[in-house]
């Protein structure tokens, strides 16, 4: 399984990024993909979660509110849709793949994308 994240970059605060992850390879079943992110000297956090089969959501406290994700599966892409941004949204922003019945750390997760970098300006 291969992700490729992308829609990063540089935005003022209030502003608005989408964010992208393709999904290439063999992921089949009731698997999650998830959005985790990782500001300097921080913890990775989770962010917000899917499950593939069912389409249902899964946020983080900071996500709540401001972020959205869906799916497009004709494209085997999640988007992440962030709005109202703040300073403390900047971070490297990774997807990933999780197999698990569970969704919302780190370690349900088995494959990750190479990560697409926030920077929200003030």
């Known amino acids: 399984v291969q992700l490729q994240a992308s829609g990063g970059g540089l935005v003022q605060v209030g502003g608005s990024l989408r964010l992208a992850c393709a999904v290439s390879g063999r992921a089949s079943g009731d698997f999650a993909m998830g959005w985790f992110r990782q500001a300097p000297g921080k913890e990775r956090e989770f962010v917000a979660a899917?499950?593939?089969?069912?389409?249902?959501?899964y946020y983080g406290d900071s996500a709540k509110g401001r972020f959205t994700i869906g799916t497009d599966h004709a494209k085997s892409t999640v988007y992440l849709s962030m709005n109202r941004l703040k300073p403390e949204d900047s971070a490297v922003y990774y997807c990933?793949?999780?197999?698990?019945?569970?969704?919302?750390?780190?370690?349900?997760?088995?494959?990750w994308g190479q990560g697409t970098q926030v920077t929200v300006s003030s």
């Open positions: 990933a793949v999780g197999f698990a019945a569970t969704h919302s750390v780190v370690h349900d997760y088995d494959y």
């Open positions: 899917i499950r593939w089969r069912s389409d249902s959501p």
